[in-house]
Structures are given as structure tokens and as C-alpha cells.
């Protein structure tokens, strides 16, 4: 994570609340910057683009699990495993363990965007650092 320069406010609040909405935030303010013609600062692009792509990217991996689960559960003895998957833990405010990881991230990746911060995923900032020609 590398901070960045002059960051205004706004910034941080749009970036931090497009994870929030799974990139709706980030892909409303893309459209009303492109109607009155304004340009997007690079701080909120990067987030805006990482926002839409992970949101897109959970989409094909739950549809992509969801076909998994269903052959896994015609198996007799391991029709087991997506139920201990998706079992609800007590601990953590009755979520999964995948509901856990999922909001881990979409916490951690909001609150460095309210600092100001480029937080990082691998592979997944490598490619949006290569489309908004950062490195």
C-alpha cells in the first residue's frame, strides 16, 4: 500500500463505498463524470475498477462453487465438505467461513480506501495497476 497525494475527501468516501456497494457507487460516479464531462482522479479509478472487477470475479467463483456444490452433494461421504463450508459459526456473528473471508476483504479494501491508501490484493491490483497504467 503506498499513500497517496492530494487526496480530497470525496475521494476516499466514493472509494471507500464502491466496495461497500460491490462497484454500483464507483460505476454511477464513472457515469456522471463522463456526462459532465469531468475527469476521474487515478486514486478513485484504481478503486472504482478494482471494486467492479472483484465484484465480477465473486460472481464467477460462487456461480463456479454453486456447480461444485451440487456434484459434491450426490457423493455419499463427502457431501460433507460444502456443508462444513457454509456451516454458520457462532463466533463470528453466525457467519461462514466464506461469508467470513468475503467481509474480511471488502473491510479491509474500504478502510484503506477511507486512508487515502492503494490497498492490495494479488494479481487482482497487479491487473488493475496495468490497466490504469500505474506501473
Known amino acids: 500500500m503506498q499513500p497517496s497525494r492530494q487526496i480530497y475527501p470525496i475521494e476516499?468516501?466514493?472509494?471507500?463505498a464502491t466496495y461497500l456497494t460491490?462497484?454500483?457507487v464507483g460505476f454511477i460516479w464513472?457515469?456522471?463524470a463522463a456526462v459532465m464531462r469531468k475527469?476521474?482522479?487515478?486514486?478513485?479509478m484504481y478503486?472504482?475498477?478494482?471494486s467492479i472487477f472483484l465484484s465480477i470475479l465473486y460472481f464467477l467463483i460462487a456461480t463456479f462453487a454453486e456447480l461444485i456444490y451440487v456434484i459434491l452433494y450426490r457423493i455419499p461421504i463427502i457431501n460433507a465438505i460444502p456443508y462444513l463450508i457454509n456451516m454458520p459459526l457462532p463466533f463470528?456473528?453466525?457467519?461462514?467461513?466464506v461469508q467470513?473471508?468475503?467481509t474480511a476483504i471488502i473491510l479491509y479494501l474500504a478502510i484503506t480506501a477511507g486512508m487515502g491508501l492503494y490497498s492490495y490484493i494479488p494479481w487482482v491490483s497487479d491487473i488493475?495497476?496495468?490497466?490504469t497504467g500505474r506501473k
Open 22 to 24: 460491490a462497484g454500483g
Open 92 to 97: 463470528v456473528f453466525g457467519l461462514s467461513i
Open 100 to 102: 467470513t473471508i468475503t
Open 39 to 44: 475527469h476521474v482522479t487515478p486514486f478513485l
Open 12 to 16: 476516499r468516501i466514493l472509494s471507500a
Open 30 to 32: 464513472l457515469i456522471i
Open 128 to 131: 488493475i495497476n496495468i490497466n
Open 47 to 50: 478503486h472504482i475498477l478494482q
